[in-house]
Every structure is written in structure tokens, then in C-alpha cells.
């Protein structure tokens, strides 16, 4: 198994976020691929109404991504600051409880939407038309749930492990198995969206096990380690993973948001465009994932790099590694704003032919859409840094405010004053007032020397 020597207390502080950044960036982009693959493949043996009932279903597993990665992040948060000081065993205890709490709930949760999948189809809002084809989906993916969490909450920790590459594999890994089977499943087999959902349920199966192999067996520091059955110990159990989740909430809001996103456009759409609008919308929102994902790796790769150096009260490099987040979050969304204005036929191109109606829709949209993908990145960033010196109360607000009390508004009355396109720019109206939020709260922070 490989093991990176890096030394987060001494390396210079760009270099080492570089090392974290380009294979955690492949990992999380592997991630979204898993869902994108199964658009492509399903928009093109199935048509549009399967990209529309995979859509109704997104939001739901986004919520189990999320909070996948919120006990992730403050595992990784926790895990990484007792490292600092030196208490190995307490990162090893923290890292233990934490993967075998997402495993039961996980579980629970997995049991009860596959005994009532018609009626959870429902209220994500799919139509008697896309009915049948959400709940295959549902049917063929959630089996793999437990999987997924063990890949979002592991990457951490393995890559604070000292392996970031072994974490890009992780999620590469799954990604490869799910394109493979979903081409075999959806077009010599026939089995449509149920055969996609089924890719994506072995892609993960494969990602989780090596999760599984590496924590149990080659971890070099933070290993698997026993956990006393007394109530004390139970106790104090609970009482770690609460405050994992509490530093790692804002993980959990950003996927929230990716998933109001999702759900709030789906309804908007479908009231003002019908079933052709959720299919646009449905392959903006295959790509949204992408740019979460990049956001992600961004906040992920420079959060070892806080939070040891922030238990080591070691702050300058704090704003260095600050510093370099930052400047790659602009870059990035930049690129991908790029992409959307430019080329937004190639990238349609991929899941629906040109002289759909759905496409037709969306080609019209990505431009405007894009406008809000340079303040999407740096929101992420930003909510990473805070929630990397455990100040869990403002990267909550920042998630709340861009995922709730911006996002909903946007889609209500912009929709109203300007039709279609304001449905479009939902999103970057709501990324933007967050930006100019965190942007104030910084200067504010900074003047009264915090």
C-alpha cells in the first residue's frame, strides 16, 4: 500500500496543498462521475425521461453524501488536531467511532426508503409519468449506500493517513466499475435506469472495500481500533461523534444545498416547462455536482494543512495555506464558468441529442447558469477554512444562507420577474449574496483582530 511522507508542521505550505489538491481533486471528480455516467448512459438508451427520474432521485442521495462528508470533515477536523498534540490513540478512537456510526444509521435509513420506495418517489417530486422509472433507481442504488458513506467518510482519512493518492483510487476505482457496467447493463442488457443504478451500486461496493482493507490492515497511523461495550464508553462515543458532526455540519448543509438545488429547480421547472425542463435541468445538474466536487477538494486539501498547524498554533501558516485555497477556488470556478459559456452544446451534446427539447432548453441555460460558479467554489472554500479551526458557528451560517435562505427566494421570485431565465440564475444570485456575506464577515473579523 502507498504511504506519502508529508510533513504538515514544516512543508511549505503551497507545496503540501498541491500534494493534497491534484489527487483529491481526481477523487471527488470520480465521485460526481459515478452519477453523470449513469446520465449519459441513460440519456442515451433511455432518453430524457430517465435523465428526469434519476434527477428526482439525486437530491435524496445527495442528503446521504452529505452527511457522509460532515462526519468526514470533523473526523478529519478532530482526528488531524490530536495528531498535532500527539494523541494517537484518541485519533484512532475518533476515526473507529466514526465510520461505524455511518454504517448503523446508514443501514436503518437504506431499510425503510427501500420499503416504501413508491412513496419516498413521491415526494421527491416525480410525476405518475416518471414514477416507475425513479423507483427502479431507488431499488438499484440504495442497496449501496452503507458503501458510499465508507468511500465519503473514509477519503479522509485516509488521505490525513498520509495517502492521498490511495484515496483518489478509492473513488477512481469505483468510478471506472460504474462506467463499465453501466454501458454492459444499460445497452446489451436492456435493464435502463435500474441497470445504471445497479453500475453505480458495484462501482461503490468496489470503493468502500478498499476503504475497508486499507483502514483495517495498512493504515500507517490511523488504524481500526477496538471499542469497550460499557456504558461509559458508549457514553463518550456519543458525545465524539456529536461534536464530529457539530464541527462538520457545514459539509453536510453544502450537499443540503446542492439538494434544494435540485429539488426546488425540479418543481420550478416542472410547473413552468414540465417533464422537458426537469430533463434540462436534470443535466445542469449533473454537472453541479462537478463544481461542488471542486469546491470540495479545494476546502479538503487545505484542511489538514488548518487544522494541524491550528492545534499547533502555528497561524502564519494558517493564512498561507488560506491564501492558496483561495486563489485556486477563483481559478477553478473560472475554468468551469469557461467551459459552461463556451461550449454548452458539447457538453448537452453528451446526454441528449441536440434537437431534443430538453436540450434545446438547456443549451439556452448553461450561460446563465455559469455566472455563479466563481462564488459557488469560493463560498465552499471559505466554509472549509472555518470549519477547519472548529468555528462551526459561522461556516454554518454560511451554508445555511447560501443552501436556504438565499437559494428558495431566488427560485420564487426570479422565476416570477423574468420567466426561464430566472430560473437560470437562481443559483448565481444566491451564490453571490453569500460571497458579499462571507466577504463582510472576513473584513469584520480581521478589523476586530479575530
Request: hydrophobic share 55%.
Amino acid at each position: 500500500m502507498e504511504r506519502d511522507a508529508l510533513d504538515l508542521g514544516a512543508e511549505r505550505a503551497g507545496r503540501l496543498f498541491r500534494r493534497f489538491f491534484v489527487p483529491t481533486l481526481f477523487g471527488m471528480l470520480s465521485i460526481s462521475a459515478v452519477t453523470v455516467a449513469d446520465g449519459i448512459f441513460v440519456g442515451r438508451g433511455v432518453g430524457s425521461d430517465g435523465i428526469a427520474a434519476i434527477n428526482i432521485c439525486i437530491p435524496l442521495l445527495m442528503i446521504f453524501t452529505g452527511f457522509g462528508l460532515m462526519v468526514g470533515a470533523g473526523c478529519s477536523v478532530v482526528a488531524s488536531i490530536h495528531l498535532a498534540c500527539r494523541k494517537v490513540k484518541a485519533a484512532r478512537l475518533n476515526v473507529t467511532q466514526a465510520l461505524l456510526f455511518v454504517t448503523l444509521v446508514t443501514v436503518l435509513a437504506s431499510a425503510f426508503i427501500l420499503g416504501f420506495a413508491r412513496p419516498v418517489a413521491s415526494w421527491l417530486g416525480a410525476s405518475e409519468h416518471l414514477l416507475p422509472a425513479a423507483v427502479d433507481y431507488l431499488w438499484g442504488f440504495v442497496p449501496a449506500l452503507t458503501f458510499q458513506m465508507w468511500i465519503s467518510v473514509g477519503l479522509f482519512i485516509v488521505r490525513l493517513d498520509g495517502a492521498p493518492r490511495l484515496a483518489m483510487w478509492c473513488s477512481v476505482v469505483s468510478a471506472l466499475v460504474n462506467t463499465i457496467l453501466d454501458w454492459w447493463f444499460v445497452f446489451p442488457l436492456g435493464w435502463g435506469v435500474f441497470g445504471a443504478a445497479l453500475a453505480s451500486s458495484l462501482g461503490m461496493f468496489t470503493g468502500g472495500a478498499i476503504v475497508a482493507v486499507y483502514l483495517s490492515r495498512h493504515a500507517r497511523t490511523l488504524r481500526f481500533c477496538p471499542l469497550k461495550a460499557s456504558r461509559k464508553s458508549l457514553r463518550l462515543s456519543l458525545r465524539n461523534i456529536g461534536y464530529q458532526c457539530r464541527i462538520g455540519s457545514s459539509a453536510l448543509l453544502g450537499e443540503a444545498t446542492m439538494a434544494m438545488l435540485m429539488f426546488v429547480g425540479n418543481l420550478v421547472f416542472m410547473h413552468y416547462l414540465g417533464d422537458d425542463g426537469v430533463g434540462a435541468f436534470g443535466i445542469a445538474c449533473y454537472y453541479t455536482p462537478f463544481v461542488f466536487m471542486i469546491g470540495n477538494a479545494v476546502a479538503q486539501s487545505a484542511q489538514p494543512i488548518v487544522s494541524f498547524n491550528f492545534g499547533a498554533a502555528r497561524f502564519d501558516r494558517v493564512a498561507a495555506a488560506q491564501r492558496v485555497a483561495l486563489l485556486t477556488a477563483v481559478a477553478c470556478g473560472a475554468v468551469v464558468a469557461a467551459a459552461f459559456v463556451g461550449v454548452p452544446q458539447a457538453l448537452v451534446g453528451l446526454f441528449l441529442p441536440l434537437d431534443n427539447t430538453a436540450a434545446q432548453i438547456a443549451v439556452e441555460g448553461f450561460p446563465l447558469f455559469a455566472a455563479g460558479f466563481v462564488c459557488f467554489v469560493v463560498n465552499l472554500a471559505a466554509i472549509g477554512y472555518y470549519q477547519s479551526l472548529e468555528r462551526v458557528r459561522p461556516a454554518t451560517v454560511f451554508a445555511l444562507l447560501r443552501g436556504f435562505f438565499f437559494l428558495v427566494p431566488a427560485f420564487i421570485f426570479l422565476s416570477r420577474l423574468f420567466g426561464t431565465p430566472g430560473i437560470w440564475l437562481a443559483m448565481p444570485f444566491s451564490e453571490t449574496l453569500a460571497s458579499l456575506a462571507i466577504g463582510v464577515y472576513y473584513l469584520s473579523s480581521r478589523l476586530r483582530g479575530r
